[in-house]
């Protein structure tokens, strides 16, 4: 059983290596643009690109999956964070499945630093979502119903990602540390974890969880995304198993504990018959002076 598991794993490892591989992970940008503290991260340079040492990309990678895994087991959720042209589709496509929150059109300033008044953006949008729901602005001048729909599709688009998002993300997994720069300084100022596809001219000093490469290839951005979602999923339903035992098991111990005596006396919890010293007989009544 040991040996098929560890070829099964093997398997998967190859192919996720293939698919890495395929997609062009490996492609860094122009020599003459790159990041020096990228260095550890860069295999060699070929006509004038760097090449991105896949087996730091593999590290990475696997790290993340296991820290957004440790994540989700303990009740937390991420947020994706990547507006380029190439990652929003990708994010859109993958992450609303695992139920996971987004930002794919713009990062607004204060996100996160500033969430108290992104949440009342966000009751807006419910109250606005509700007239149209309601009435359909049918009591509502043709002016102000303009204004109030304009309004609507301002936040929906800018806010619809993380519109149930209650509290502030367990971490933040982000497509180019250039472009989202902003949300990258909101997460360290809170002490959020950040995990970032970071390329040959970004800088690692703003990520806690890097994997080095190609963030300019659609491809390669769903591989490391779909992996990402996949390790959510699989903690999902290890939490859904694990998450009924655990609430049985203080609902069976407080009835255990409130079993009436076999004496047919008074019930009272079973801790009760023990007195502090240790001894299992009751205690005497003092008799009185």
């Known amino acids: 059983m040991l040996v098929s598991l560890t070829v099964k ?4 490892a190859n192919q996720l290596v293939q698919d ?6 490996h492609f860094g ?13 860069i295999y060699g340079k070929r006509n004038g690109i760097h090449i991105i040492d896949i087996k730091e990309t593999i590290k990475g990678l696997l790290l993340a999956k296991k820290f957004v895994t440790k994540l989700v087991m303990e009740g937390k959720e ?3 964070v990547g507006t380029k042209r190439q990652a929003k589709n990708v994010i859109e496509t993958h992450v609303p499945a695992v139920k996971q929150h987004y930002v794919t059109e713009r990062w607004l300033g204060g996100t996160l630093t500033n969430f108290r008044t992104i949440r009342e953006r966000l009751k807006r949008l419910d109250e606005l979502d509700a007239i149209e729901q309601n009435d359909n602005y049918a009591s ?6 303009s204004q109030l729909r304009r309004e609507q599709r301002k936040i929906s688009r800018n806010l619809e990602g993380i519109r149930h998002m209650q509290k502030l993300p367990g971490a933040l997994i982000v497509v180019d540390v250039r472009a989202e720069i902003t949300a990258l300084k909101e997460a360290r100022k809170l002490g959020i974890p950040t995990i970032c596809l970071i390329d040959t001219d ?5 990520v806690d969880i890097p994997i080095p490469g190609n963030d300019d290839s659609m491809r390669s951005i769903d591989v490391v995304v779909r992996e990402l979602c996949l390790a959510i999923h699989e903690a999902q339903q290890q939490r859904a198993l694990t998450q009924p035992a655990a609430q049985a098991a203080p609902a069976a ?3 255990q504990d409130a079993a009436p005596a076999g004496d047919g006396g008074a019930r ?7 007195r502090a010293d240790g001894s299992g007989e009751p205690q005497p009544a003092a008799s009185g002076s």
């Open 253 to 255: 111990q407080a009835k």
């Open 202 to 206: 970004g800088d690692p000093e703003y």
């Open 78 to 80: 991420v947020c994706f």
């Open 9 to 12: 794993g093997s398997r998967m």
């Open 20 to 25: 890495l591989i395929e997609a062009g992970i």
């Open 29 to 41: 940008q122009r020599a003459s643009g790159w990041n020096p503290r990228m260095q550890p991260y």
């Open 140 to 145: 509502y001048s043709k002016k102000m119903e």
């Open 268 to 274: 009272r919890s079973r801790r009760s018959q023990y």
